[in-house]
T-cell receptor, first 112, second 113 residues
Framework: QKEVEQNSGPLSVPEGAIASLNCTYS??????FFWYRQYSGKSPELIMS????GDKEDGRFTAQLNKASQYVSLLIRDSQPSDSATYLC????????????FGRGTSLIVHP | NAGVMQNPRHLVRRRGQEARLRCSPM?????VYWYRQLPEEGLKFMVY????????ESGMPKERFSAEFPKEGPSILRIQQVVRGDSAAYFC???????????FGSGTQLSVL
């Protein structure tokens, strides 16, 4: 059974700091990786997608992928209180299975 | 995502009634995924559909639950004879192709009294 693991948190960081969110997955055949942000009572919103090993940057967000270690992370630079939310990691297997599996999410709190 | 439309936003049903949840994909999207989310839990996959076809329903309970995505109109998730344990947020997500990123609707919060 495919598993996606995240620390539930909460992860608490001061405003302006770097928040580091981590995710591990069990299926070595996984090909696509996504980070979603979900505010309380709202729907998930796509932040980043990454498909190749290495780093991918988009504004204050950097996704990092290491397929050998089955590990994907999200860094948020210059964290703001508005970044306080639950961050969901999603992993999609390659080879014909198109269903993303989600982790339970990490709660991030950015305090002023 | 404003492009994926779900309704109703809130649905209250008594035990034994039927619940119908609707999802209209973003323009150009023909792949629909339904997920269920309980408080403090992640998104649990239920069913994946393309137009007129159920591709994968491995996450859907065998009884009382069904889904469809007709040629015309929205995708429907139907729960018959609801029980209190069905209370949850139900999200649909859509994509243009099977291997593309998913965009979520605003969800339907189902409450069973």
């Amino acid at each position: 059974q495919k598993e996606v693991e995240q620390n539930s948190g909460p992860l608490s960081v001061p405003e302006g700091a770097i928040a580091s969110l981590n995710c591990t997955y069990s299926d070595r055949g996984s090909q696509s990786f996504f980070w979603y942000r979900q505010y309380s009572g709202k729907s998930p919103e796509l932040i980043m997608s990454i498909y190749s090993n290495g780093d991918k940057e988009d504004g204050r967000f950097t996704a990092q992928l290491n397929k050998a270690s089955q590990y994907v992370s999200l860094l948020i630079r210059d964290s703001q209180p508005s970044d306080s939310a639950t961050y969901l990691c999603a992993v999609r297997e390659g080879g014909g299975s198109y269903i993303p599996t989600f982790g339970r999410g990490t709660s991030l709190i950015v305090h002023p | 995502n404003a492009g994926v439309m779900q309704n109703p936003r809130h649905l209250v049903r008594r035990r034994g009634q039927e619940a119908r949840l609707r999802c209209s994909p973003m323009k150009g999207h023909s792949h629909v995924y339904w997920y269920r989310q309980l408080p403090e839990e992640g998104l649990k996959f239920m069913v994946y559909l393309q137009k007129e076809n159920i591709i994968d329903e491995s996450g859907m309970p065998k009884e009382r639950f069904s889904a469809e995505f007709p040629k015309e109109g929205p995708s429907i998730l139907r729960i018959q004879q609801v029980v209190r344990g069905d209370s949850a947020a139900y999200f649909c997500a859509t994509s243009g192709n099977a291997d593309e990123k998913l965009f979520f609707g605003s969800g339907t919060q189902l409450s069973v009294l």
